[in-house]
């Protein structure tokens, strides 16, 4: 009893610490702008930036309603992501089991890890074309190797005993993968997920660069040509809370497929 208002202490702690930095930091942003320290071309005030939100809302920006530019950015994210999840996991936690399929795939994802999204985007589009096929490869390849990494990781890092056991119980090597391999690196999977989602997403202006019409990054691009600082912090702050909100999500279903996590 006395852990568990502990724990709800600590949590009510966390949560004034939070809402006091988030204060914090309007409160600065309202002193800077009330200052006029900066420009208000390069920092608008918290009353602009608000009143350019309304009326994106309800005018929509450049033809189209603000809820079709964040529909549109989230599902090319959301085809990225489940591309990546269809492949990025089988094909890490198989390199990690096998040294043949490591051999293979390795050097690949080594190679073009390092390189920056927009050194290989113009021939992603003189490949696949300027429509959203060629938005959903970058970000498909920009989240691939997150995942790919984490679950070769976690399995190479995996206790030689689990393994062992499992062979002694009479498991045979597909049942070992399924069984024993599979749900130990769900936790190093999930980090590999989000972590993807967040390298995916800060790709996503980049993929939205080349002949789009809609799209929050496309937004942000397209309002920095005319100076709309305003608008500018519109689309980050939005980027920001959706980003947040799914990484919230992932963690949720993390907390049910994966309840043992930090409990070991």
């Not at 809820?67 to 492949?87: G, K, N, P, Q």
């Not at 912090?233 to 980027?239: E, L, P, Q, W, Y």
Request: hydrophobic share 50%; aromatic share 10%; with cysteine.
């Amino acid at each position: 009893m006395l852990r568990l208002f502990s724990l709800k202490k600590v949590m009510t702690v966390e949560r004034l610490l939070t809402f006091g930095t988030l204060a914090g930091v309007l409160l600065l942003w309202t002193a800077v702008t009330g200052l006029k320290l900066f420009p208000e071309v390069l920092v608008p005030p918290p009353g602009k930036v608000l009143s350019s939100f309304l009326q994106i809302a309800r005018e929509g920006y450049k033809d189209h309603s603000l809820l079709v530019h964040l529909r549109d950015s989230l599902l090319r994210l959301l085809i990225a992501f489940v591309l990546v999840i269809a492949t990025a996991v089988p094909v890490g936690l198989l390199s990690g089991y096998s040294s043949k399929v490591r051999a293979v795939f390795n050097p690949l994802i080594e190679f073009y890890r390092p390189l920056p999204p927009l050194a290989y985007y113009t021939l992603l589009v003189l490949w696949m074309g300027i429509e959203d096929s060629s938005k959903i490869a970058l970000l498909y390849l920009a989240g691939f190797a997150p995942v790919y990494i984490a679950c070769e990781s976690g399995v190479r890092k995996l206790k030689r005993d689990y393994i062992d056991g499992a062979y002694t119980l009479g498991a045979g090597k597909w049942q070992i993968f399924g069984h024993v391999v599979f749900p130990a690196c769900l936790p190093d999977i999930f980090v590999g997920l989000r972590t993807a989602f967040g390298v995916s997403y800060t790709t996503l202006v980049a993929a939205e660069m080349v002949a789009a019409v809609t799209g929050i990054g496309w937004m942000v691009l397209d309002a920095s040509k005319f100076l709309r600082s305003d608008i500018i912090f519109v689309g980050i702050i939005i980027m920001g809370l959706t980003g947040v909100l799914i990484d919230t999500v992932l963690r949720a279903i993390e907390r049910k497929v994966v309840p043992w996590k930090g409990k070991e």
